[in-house]
C-alpha cells in the first residue's frame, strides 16, 4: 500500500451502482449469461493487454456449486477495475489476474458475491482489499490509517484471526489434558508407593 490511489468513496459508490449485467448470472456450462473470460479480456484490452487463451482458462466454470460465487465476484470486481483511474493508471496484466482470481478466490471463500455490491462494509473492504494487493491505499489515508480500516473490514482477516484463537485454545486445552494426566500419574505412582 505503498502508493496512493483514488478516492474510496468514488469506488464504493461505482460498486453501489454495478450495472444488473455485471449481477447477471456467470455462465457454467450451459447455464448463465456471462461468460467471464471475454468480460476479463475486454478488461484487459482497457489496459492495452490481450491475456493468452490459457490465463482466461481459469475464469471458465465447471461445477456450478464451486465456480457460482467465485464468477460473480470476478464479474463485480472487473466492473470495479474498469473505473477511470484503473484504466488510467495500466494496472499491469499480471496484477490484473492476480487479483481476479487470487483475490476473488479468497473473498469468495468467505462472503456471498452480490454482498460486496449490496452491503456498505463489504464494498469497502472490496475496495480497499483490490487497492492493496495492487499495492495502492486509498487517497488521503496514511498507510497506517489503510492498514488499520483494512484488518478491521477484512472478513478474510477476521476469519484467520478466529482459527487462529481456536488453534491456540486446542493447544492450551491439550496442554491442560496433559497436565492433569501426568498429575493423576504421580498421584497414582505415589499411593502404589505407599
Given at each position: 500500500m505503498e502508493r496512493q490511489g483514488p478516492i474510496l468513496e468514488k469506488l464504493t459508490r461505482r460498486l453501489a451502482e454495478t450495472p444488473p449485467d455485471f449481477l447477471d448470472e456467470p455462465r457454467i456450462g450451459t447455464t448463465g449469461r456471462v461468460f467471464v473470460p471475454?468480460?476479463?479480456?475486454?478488461?484487459l484490452s482497457l489496459y492495452g493487454a490481450r491475456a493468452p487463451a490459457a490465463a482466461l482458462m481459469r475464469f471458465h466454470g465447471a461445477d456450478a456449486k464451486i465456480d457460482r460465487n467465485r464468477l460473480a465476484l470476478a464479474m463485480i470486481t472487473v466492473w470495479l477495475l474498469a473505473d477511470e483511474w484503473?484504466?488510467?493508471?495500466?494496472?499491469?496484466?499480471?496484477?490484473?489476474?492476480r487479483v481476479l482470481d487470487?483475490?476473488?478466490?479468497?473473498l469468495a471463500a468467505a462472503t456471498a458475491a452480490h454482498k460486496f455490491v449490496n452491503d456498505t462494509d463489504r464494498r469497502e473492504e472490496l475496495a480497499r482489499v483490490v487497492l492493496a494487493r495492487?499495492?495502492?491505499r486509498p487517497a488521503r489515508e496514511t498507510i497506517a490509517q489503510a492498514t488499520d480500516r483494512?484488518?478491521?473490514l477484512s472478513s478474510t482477516e477476521r476469519r484467520r484471526l478466529l482459527?487462529?484463537?481456536?488453534?491456540?485454545?486446542?493447544r492450551a486445552r491439550a496442554i491442560r489434558e496433559a497436565l492433569a494426566k501426568k498429575a493423576a500419574e504421580e498421584s497414582?505412582?505415589?499411593w502404589t508407593r505407599e
Amino acid at each position: 500500500m505503498e502508493r496512493q490511489g483514488p478516492i474510496l468513496e468514488k469506488l464504493t459508490r461505482r460498486l453501489a451502482e454495478t450495472p444488473p449485467d455485471f449481477l447477471d448470472e456467470p455462465r457454467i456450462g450451459t447455464t448463465g449469461r456471462v461468460f467471464v473470460p471475454a468480460l476479463v479480456n475486454d478488461l484487459l484490452s482497457l489496459y492495452g493487454a490481450r491475456a493468452p487463451a490459457a490465463a482466461l482458462m481459469r475464469f471458465h466454470g465447471a461445477d456450478a456449486k464451486i465456480d457460482r460465487n467465485r464468477l460473480a465476484l470476478a464479474m463485480i470486481t472487473v466492473w470495479l477495475l474498469a473505473d477511470e483511474w484503473f484504466v488510467s493508471v495500466k494496472i499491469p496484466q499480471a496484477d490484473a489476474l492476480r487479483v481476479l482470481d487470487e483475490t476473488v478466490t479468497e473473498l469468495a471463500a468467505a462472503t456471498a458475491a452480490h454482498k460486496f455490491v449490496n452491503d456498505t462494509d463489504r464494498r469497502e473492504e472490496l475496495a480497499r482489499v483490490v487497492l492493496a494487493r495492487l499495492n495502492y491505499r486509498p487517497a488521503r489515508e496514511t498507510i497506517a490509517q489503510a492498514t488499520d480500516r483494512l484488518s478491521s473490514l477484512s472478513s478474510t482477516e477476521r476469519r484467520r484471526l478466529l482459527e487462529a484463537s481456536r488453534a491456540a485454545e486446542r493447544r492450551a486445552r491439550a496442554i491442560r489434558e496433559a497436565l492433569a494426566k501426568k498429575a493423576a500419574e504421580e498421584s497414582a505412582d505415589k499411593w502404589t508407593r505407599e
